[in-house]
């Protein structure tokens, strides 16, 4: 695609309308002439640590002391403080329409055309030129994730047609090939490929390679930025997928990560949040309930225990938001198919005073019940999209909204084919053995409805694993021998950890909401 403006006549791309105003492009301030300065020495240095403190710390403070609602300074006019270095105003680009679109609007189709065309740019410096060079973990991912976002930022407001003027539908029609799902998904999928990550996870299981213990660094002097942008690819392929509502390649796509195991997605607080939010929400959806539950459970204990640390850092709220909605997953799986042995107390507890009210009506299967479901599942799901372009044609009509209704219907349509099942298993919970004609009349069916209702609820509590193996997701399983159904639960057992653990935390708690006390 070609770029949507020419960067060799020093023209930088138009902000958004209401900071034109004020903004001067080609005005570097003093404190970005020096933030840029060393920047670019310390990335030709691969002094990592220096990266990373300016990259979190000097362009976030630089941003809100400068550019709260202004563009940063055009990559035209910071080039002559970094020897006009192609690869480092690529990054310094980057950077900057990350900007403006986390603090400016109203952004058009052309500015987000022109990120992607840097995007475009950058990815294939990486995927076919020499790039020498160590970046930040944490800058590696926030890429990825921006690009992602940025996609799906693209798709929602393509999507919303009906008061667009004449000059957007125009620029909708000029920048049709930006932001195309097949380039987005083919770019990740060129940077896994390129960088061999899959082989190398899978060397590094045979004791042949050191990609986790390093952190994914090169301390050989070599780059890490293809490797670690290959395997956060990984993750963001996984995110696409799930909005597009493909889970089974979604998780394909994760596969050579173990979950079970510290990786490099888990050094990044995002990217370990991104990971088990998509990861759980593909398996919610796919009714595989105990694997989705397990590692919701781990996440928001892990959560619970160090958000104290993250207070300070940019994606605080975010992991605040993303904790409430995994919550709500949680409620979902629990209602669905409770798994109370594989939930911490501490997480339990949360959990309890957060949804206690709506998992008891999630019992019921009434539309009080169907209202709660609703509910959770449309806060806490992600922004699906629909990624074929709109026709411009009138009348123009919002269907931004479509795919979210689509998944909605479908997963509605699960949870009523369920509706019996709760019933089933109160009942079966009460006995060790029960008669199919006595059951049969609990419920108030004859008994070949019975016997549907009981293969139904085998088939509903099973689920196909990612290695095709059908597994249980029910706390408790049952056989019929003749005309007698006999009960086999699982008792869970008591973890007196955790309840010291509980009341660490409760004291932590108390003792941080003490310091704060200003004593006259």
Request: aromatic share 12%.
């Amino acid at each position: 695609m070609a770029a949507p403006y020419d960067r060799e006549d020093g023209m930088a791309p138009a902000p958004p309308q209401h900071a034109q105003d004020a903004y001067d492009p080609n005005y570097v301030p003093d404190s970005v002439k020096t933030f840029v300065v060393h920047l670019y020495r310390h990335i030709r240095d691969k002094n990592v640590y220096e990266i990373h403190q300016m990259y979190e710390g000097g362009f976030q403070r630089l941003s809100d002391r400068l550019f709260r609602d202004a563009p940063w300074p055009s990559a035209e006019a910071v080039a002559p403080y970094c020897d006009g270095d192609h690869v480092f105003l690529l990054l310094y680009r980057e950077l900057w329409y990350r900007h403006a679109h986390a603090r400016l609007s109203p952004l058009t189709a052309a500015h987000r055309a022109e990120s992607w065309t840097n995007y475009c740019d950058l990815f294939s410096v990486v995927l076919h030129g020499v790039v020498n060079m160590q970046l930040p973990n944490q800058w590696l991912w926030d890429m990825v994730d921006e690009f992602v976002y940025q996609f799906q930022s693209f798709c929602q407001y393509r999507a919303k047609l009906k008061n667009k003027t004449e000059d957007e539908l125009q620029q909708l029609k000029q920048f049709d090939k930006a932001w195309n799902v097949y380039g987005v998904l083919n770019y990740l999928q060129a940077l896994v490929e390129k960088s061999m990550i899959t082989q190398i996870l899978e060397r590094e299981k045979e004791g042949l390679e050191q990609f986790t213990a390093t952190d994914g660094y090169d301390y050989e002097g070599g780059s890490n930025v293809l490797k670690v942008l290959g395997y956060y690819s990984m993750i963001g392929l996984l995110r696409i997928h799930c909005l597009l509502g493909d889970y089974h390649t979604g998780l394909k796509c994760l596969a050579p990560i173990d979950l079970n195991q510290q990786g490099v997605y888990t050094i990044v607080i995002g990217s370990h949040i991104s990971t088990i939010y998509h990861y759980g929400f593909a398996n919610l959806m796919l009714r595989r309930y105990v694997d989705a539950t397990r590692e919701f459970n781990k996440i928001l204990l892990y959560i619970l225990k160090y958000k104290q640390y993250h207070q300070k850092s940019p994606q605080y709220d975010q992991i605040l938001k993303k904790n409430e909605q995994m919550y709500a997953l949680l409620a979902i799986c629990l209602s669905l198919c409770p798994q109370n042995k594989l939930i911490d107390e501490n997480v339990s507890t949360q959990l309890k005073e957060k949804y206690n009210d709506k998992m008891t009506k999630m019992q019921r299967y009434d539309d009080e019940a169907y209202a709660a479901y609703d509910e959770l599942f449309s806060y806490a799901c992600p922004k699906f999209i629909t990624p074929s372009p709109p026709v411009l044609d009138q009348p123009l009509t919002n269907y931004n909204q479509d795919a979210y209704r689509l998944q909605l219907k479908l997963f509605l349509y699960e949870v009523k084919q369920q509706q019996l099942l709760s019933g089933i298993r109160s009942y079966l919970k009460l006995y060790s053995t029960i008669t199919i004609g006595k059951l049969a009349q609990y419920m108030e069916v004859d008994e070949a409805t019975l016997r549907s209702i009981l293969m139904t609820y085998k088939h509903k509590m099973h689920a196909v694993d990612s290695d095709g193996k059908i597994v249980s997701s029910a706390d408790f399983d049952f056989y019929i021998v003749e005309d007698i159904i006999h009960v086999v639960e699982s008792k869970p057992t008591k973890s007196h950890g955790d309840y010291f653990l509980r009341q660490i935390l409760k004291f932590e708690e108390m003792i941080g909401e003490l310091e704060k006390v200003q004593l006259d």
